[in-house]
Structure formats: C-alpha cells, structure tokens
C-alpha cells in the first residue's frame, strides 16, 4: 500500500549568491544553510506530506549525514526498513551543492558517494515492499540498474511505475515497457528526444507527443511557474496553467510535484485531479526556504486549492 520510493540521498550544503561566478572568480555570497536533500529523499518527504504512506529504499553513508537523515526519515514517518548504510569506511552520504541565486532559481553539483553503491540486491531486499506498493517513484541519481530491476519487479506486480528522469542520462531501451508515467522537466525532455533521434529543438508540445507517441508511455512535463503539460501516448495534450507566486528557493520544487503526485495517486485520486494538487504543493514549496524540508502539508495544500494563493506584485 501506498507509495514506495527508490532513490537518492543528498546531504545539501547550499550557498546564496548574487549570480554565477566566471571561471577562475572567487566570488562572495550572501548566505549559507545545510539540509538534508536528495531527489529521492525529497520525493519521499513530499508523498508522506501530502497524506500517503511512504517507504524509502536507499543507501547512506555511516556519518552524521547519515544519522540526520535516519532521524528525519523517523519525524516524517517514512518507513525506513529498507535503507542500508555503506560498510564503515567506504563511501560516506551523498552530498550536493546547490548554488541559490536572487530571484529563487538554482543550479547544483551532486556527489553521489553511497547512492552510486545501491545495486540490484539491496531492490531484490525490497521485492516485497514494492509488489506491495501502489506506486513506485524512482529518479536517476541511483545506478540504471537498481532502477530497473525495481521497475521490472514493480510492473510485473501491478505496482504503477512513475520514472522522474532526474538527473539525464541515456536509459536501458527495455525500461520503457515498464514505465506508466515519466515526468521530467522541458530540459530533460529535450534531452531524452534529441538520444532517440526526435529532435531536441521546437515546442514542447510537439516534442512530448512525439516521444509519448514513440515509447507507448504517458508524459507530464513541468515547466516550471509556466505550469504542466500531459500527453497521453495516443496524443492527447492537456495544459495545466502554473501558479504565480514570489520564489525564494526553487531547490526540490520538482521533487515536491513528484512526490505530492504520486500520494495522490496511491489514494486513488484521478490523474488530473492529482496533477492540480501536485502542481499547488509544487507552487507553494518555492515560497519556502529548503530543498527537502520546503515541501507543505496536505492540509496547506487544500489551504491553497480553495483560497488560492496571495496575489503577488508586479515589477
């Protein structure tokens, strides 16, 4: 029952700055946080938010990283039975470094350490909890082959399989079988078109329908505060407007509609009904400092969905 996600730790040791260095410039910045982050992490803290129960499987690193998240896992009440450390001495947490700048948008390096050691015995340890899930959300930050191994066992089950393609890179073919919803941003959209050969360039819409179309798969691209964009593989195309809000950090916003989305899901709530709530939760986490702690609660979420957001002034 509920939403299993497999994936990622990152420790986040984030920066504000007033814009992007140039190479070889040492610049200064404005402030200085840590949080516990990760796509995989993020996701799961948004699911359990957003009222569904959770289960994380992944790996950490035996530190004090490590021990925060384990410690947070236990707050939010995600189910952590899964959830293997490295052997002492071996790679520690993973670690990304997220770079925040004025007007709320970001651009990060990760280290993955512990998360590229998740392989296929530590899904096989976790074969029960995903046939008894009723979704699986997976990112990329994990080897291709723990991610797939946990989407044949998902799909073989019955489990609906959602695939957030974050960060890029090419993908084994068979995968596509077994995916029922693949949700990446217009970014890596364009990347996946342009490695099977459908070019990278052009409207969204065109692109989306296009590789919908190709792997027999159903697509939801976010596109930030433009809003989302679902096409059905026969070439069904549903817009669905964003919210204006003021953007403090957009650290995790996507992991926040992933997360969000798939609780609804796993609640048996209809798939546009559920993009609309994910779509808020997404908005509302922006206005929040943080990257996996920045996602809000089911209760703010409808807050939201019935009042609307506060109107935001114009430049």
Request: aromatic share 4%; with cysteine.
């Amino acid at each position: 029952m509920g939403v299993i996600v497999v994936g990622s730790f990152m420790y986040d040791l984030m920066v504000e700055a007033p814009r992007r260095p140039e190479l070889g410039e040492t610049l200064r910045g404005t402030a200085f946080r840590r949080s516990v982050g990760g796509k995989g992490f993020n996701q799961a803290v948004a699911s359990a938010r957003a009222g569904a129960r959770t289960e994380m499987v992944g790996m950490l690193g035996e530190d004090p990283f490590g021990a925060e998240f384990r410690s947070v896992m236990d707050a939010e009440g995600i189910i952590s039975e899964h959830v293997t450390s490295c052997v002492e001495g071996h790679s520690g947490t993973g670690v990304g470094m997220p770079v925040v700048y004025p007007d709320g948008n970001n651009s990060i390096i990760i280290i993955p350490r512990a998360n590229e050691e998740m392989g296929v015995p530590e899904i096989e340890d976790a074969a029960e909890s995903i046939e008894n899930a009723d979704v699986l959300l997976m990112q990329l930050e994990i080897p291709n082959d723990a991610v797939l191994r946990a989407a044949e066992i998902g799909h073989r089950a019955g489990t609906k399989v959602v695939l957030n393609p974050a960060p890029f890179r090419d993908l084994p073919p068979r995968i596509w079988a077994l995916v029922d919803l693949f949700t990446p941003n217009e970014g890596e959209l364009r990347a996946f078109c342009r490695s099977l050969g459908l070019g990278g360039e052009g409207p969204i819409d065109d692109l989306a329908k296009a590789f919908a179309g190709r792997l027999d798969v159903e697509v939801v691209v976010t596109l930030g505060d433009a809003g989302l964009l679902r096409v059905k593989p026969a070439g069904a195309v549903e817009h669905i407007r964003g919210h204006r809000v003021h953007a403090v950090d957009t650290v995790g916003a996507g992991d926040t509609f992933c997360g969000a989305l798939c609780a609804q899901l796993a609640q048996g709530i209809d798939l546009s009904q559920a993009l609309e709530f994910a779509n808020a939760a997404a908005a509302l986490s922006v206005t929040r400092a943080g990257s996996g702690t920045s996602s809000p609660s089911v209760e703010d979420v409808q807050s939201i969905l019935i009042n609307g957001f506060p109107e935001v002034a114009s430049c």
